[in-house]
Structure formats: C-alpha cells, structure tokens
C-alpha cells in the first residue's frame, strides 16, 4: 500500500498492510533523532519512521519574529511578550521537558459589551498565501495530506481570559457567542480557502481545540453541547463538502461528548491521552470503534518517560493489536514526544510499529 492507500484504509476500518503511522514532536527531540538516525540536512524523519501523512498549509506574507504559539507573532511588546495575529500574548518558558510559550495577555479581558468587539482588531484571511497548497500537495502524492485549523473554544478564552470566558458562557452568553462567531467566520474562511487551493488533493482537515483536563471536560458536557457542538457540526459539514475526513484534536478526558463528534460526523480523534479520566485506548475501541479512527494513545505522561524499551514494545504491540484491529487506528503518541522521553523508546514505537530494526 502507499501511504494515503494505507491511512484510506484504516479510516474506512478495513486491515491495511501494517498499521498507518504518525509522528509529532518538540523540536529538541526532532534535532536528537535526526541525530540518533545520521540524517544527512536534505533528509526527512518522517521517511525512516514511516510516518504515512503530511501536512500542507498557506505562508503567512508578513514579517513574524521567531517564537510564536500557534499563529504568528506579528508584534513583541517592551516587556518580551509575543503577540500573534488576534492580539493574545505570550511568554517564552523554557521548562525540563522542553520549550513552550505560556499564555500572558488575553485582549478582550475588560471588554463589557458586544459592541466594544467592533474595536478589536481581528485577524483577516489575507494574510496568508494560499498559492502554493495544491503544490505542497503534489509533492506529497503517495501520502495522506491534511491541512490544520485552530479551534472556536481555545482562541476565544484565550482573548477573554479563561476565568472571564467562563463567566461569560454562564452569565453573558451573547457576548461570549459574538466572540466565538468572530472566530468561526476567520477559521470557516481560512479553511475554506486551504481546500478551494487544494483542488481535490487534500485528504483531511484537522480542526484543534482543547476541551479537556486530566481529571474530563473544561466545561459542563452540557455547555459544549449548546456552544460549541452546533459550530463545531457547521465546520465539519463544510469540510466535508469538499468531500475530505476530519481530524479532531482536544488532549484530555473528553469521552463524555465522543458520542456528540460520531454524530456531528467526526472521522478522526487524536491524540487519546490515554491517562486521562475515560480515554483508555482498549475501552474507546470497543465502544467507539465502529465509528472512530483513534490517531495515538502511546502514554507520553507515565510509559515513554518511565518505562524500559522492552515494555514500550510491549505496549505499542498491543496497542497496535488490539486498538488497530480492522483498521481504526494510526499510531502516534499521546501528545507530542517531549523532552523527558529516552530517545531509545521513541525509536521503539517505530520499530514496533515497522517490524524493523531503524539504523
């Protein structure tokens, strides 16, 4: 199989050749592997470790300073906070497991009114060249490609502040719709365009938001269900007007509303922190199998970190066994690998996954 046959497969639940494979890292432990495998500069990672999909996405046309969140930083302040294209701030934290920016300034925290939104400079789809996907694409033909969004929840509490934001669902719920409404219109537009350029070549769309914790949900299941289940269906039935699949990504215990994404026709969730309160990987597939391509579940918080290489073989085996029988299932790990985990047990998921020796 190629690539996008193998993922094609595992999405439509039926046995590929080996299981479909992902990868998603922090940079130091990019540079460690890539040294770990004696990669030459013009050589990829993704090649050795078999990783089945690629993304592909617009180039932002103004000058950006290098660190950044998730969008990009178009200002820094005196004080070195980051500011992206809505506004939010953030804070460089370099931290043991890895480098991060940490949330320092959420712009609409003292906004009162809906009409005081009017003044917020928000972010216009034309700072992005589209022009070159459908090349992006080409170059990844014999892959699974997908193109990213960001999420409605996340962006908002974040130009709210999450207290505020929290407040509002309960207390003020127009303003906090006029808030995610501004941000639908961007993500809606933005994605539209990515697969307007993409002429037919883009697989699937991943649509990111954070909606829970260690211990379940942020917010009640209820709350999701009446804000953002209904903007969430509305970016999914665009996406699959283009006839692509959808990726989901929220870390946490979200199991409560996974019933909700099957009916709002999600494809894909990603990334099963299998730690998290109900997201044990074995119990999602026997209740949600049927429905659901689960994209991770390698425990990056206890195995990775912790365990010999010969028990993260173990695990990934069963994993694979269990949790990608008859499809439904692309490995990758449970977050991003992160600067605690040993190299060597990186290199064991993807020999596992493989059946082969990565030199």
């Not at 269906?233 to 994404?261: E, N, Q, T, W």
């Not at 010999?308 to 173990?314: C, D, F, G, M, P």
């Amino acid at each position: 199989m190629t690539s996008k046959e193998r993922v094609r497969s595992v999405i439509q639940h039926r046995q590929p050749d080996r299981v479909a494979i992902d990868f998603y890292a922090r940079h130091e432990v990019v540079e460690k592997l890539r040294q770990r495998l004696n990669l030459k500069p013009e050589e990829r990672l993704e090649e050795p470790l078999g990783v089945d999909l690629r993304g592909v996405g617009p180039v932002f046309l103004r000058e950006t300073a290098p660190l950044c969140y998730a969008d990009p930083t178009v200002r820094v302040t005196e004080d070195g906070i980051y500011c992206d294209i809505w506004g939010v701030g953030f804070k460089p934290n370099q931290t043991t497991c890895g480098f991060y920016m940490d949330l320092a300034l959420s712009p609409l925290r003292h906004v009162e009114s809906i009409k005081e939104l009017d003044r917020h400079p928000w972010p216009s789809n034309d700072l992005w060249d589209y022009s070159t996907i459908a090349d992006q694409a080409r170059a990844n033909a014999e892959h699974w490609v997908w193109g990213h969004s960001r999420g409605i929840f996340e962006i908002s509490w974040f130009l709210r502040g999450f207290q505020e934001f929290m407040m509002d669902l309960a207390c003020d719920p127009d303003l906090a719709c006029a808030i995610m409404d501004h941000v639908q219109a961007y993500l809606m537009e933005r994605t539209q365009r990515i697969l307007d350029a993409g002429r037919g070549l883009v697989d699937m769309i991943e649509y990111n938001d954070d909606v829970g914790g260690q211990e379940g949900l942020l917010i009640a299941p209820d709350t999701w269900r009446r804000f953002l289940k209904p903007r969430m269906a509305a970016f999914i039935r665009m996406c699959k007007g283009y006839g692509v699949a959808v990726r989901y990504h929220s870390c946490g215990g979200i199991r409560p509303i996974i019933p909700d994404l099957i009916e709002i026709g999600l494809d894909v969730l990603n990334p099963v922190q299998s730690l998290a309160a109900g997201m044990e990987p074995e119990g999602l597939k026997r209740d949600f199998g049927a429905y659901l391509t689960f994209n991770g579940g390698i425990d990056t918080q206890e195995l990775l970190p912790h365990a010999s290489t010969q028990e993260v073989r173990e695990f990934t085996r069963r994993l694979i066994d269990v949790v990608g029988r008859d499809g439904g299932l692309i490995l990758a790990p449970s977050h991003v690998f992160q600067d605690d985990v040993p190299i060597e047990n990186i290199i064991a998921v993807y020999e596992t996954a493989l059946g082969q020796v990565l030199r």
